[in-house]
Nanobody, 126 residues
């Protein structure tokens, strides 16, 4: 079965950090570009960050630039999202997904991706 499993979410205070993990099973994740997305209550799902198949190219949405870092470990079939300096507006369910093609200007577009995981909740609150 092809799937992603996200983990690492939780409750954190503003200014804190979390590291999310996205583990792929049933396929080689390094054959795909991987994206992280989030969806807050009442809002549409939005792209957060993406990483190319090789891991050499990354992109970030403006609200998270300089605070989030995406990386991948092919040996572990895992993609990470390190989130620092978290803000209340980062509160959302975070998902990862894959796309077989890498187009930099489209890599944060939800419609480019398939095989979504179940998500992990991130809550930033004091």
């Amino acid at each position: 079965q092809l799937q992603f499993v996200e983990s690492g979410g939780g409750l954190v205070q503003p200014g804190g950090s979390l590291r999310l993990s996205c583990v792929a099973s049933g396929f080689r994740s390094d054959y795909y570009a991987i994206g992280w997305f989030r969806q807050a209550p009442g809002k549409e799902r939005e792209g957060v960050s993406c990483i190319s198949q090789s891991g050499g190219i990354t992109n970030y949405a403006d609200p998270v630039k300089g605070r989030f870092t995406i990386s991948r470990d092919s040996a572990k079939n895992t993609v990470y999202l390190q989130m620092d300096s978290l803000k209340p507006e980062d509160t959302a369910v975070y998902y990862c997904a894959r796309t077989p093609r890498w187009v930099f200007r489209l890599c944060l577009a939800v419609d480019e991706y398939d095989s979504w995981g179940q998500g992990t909740q991130v809550t930033v609150s004091s």
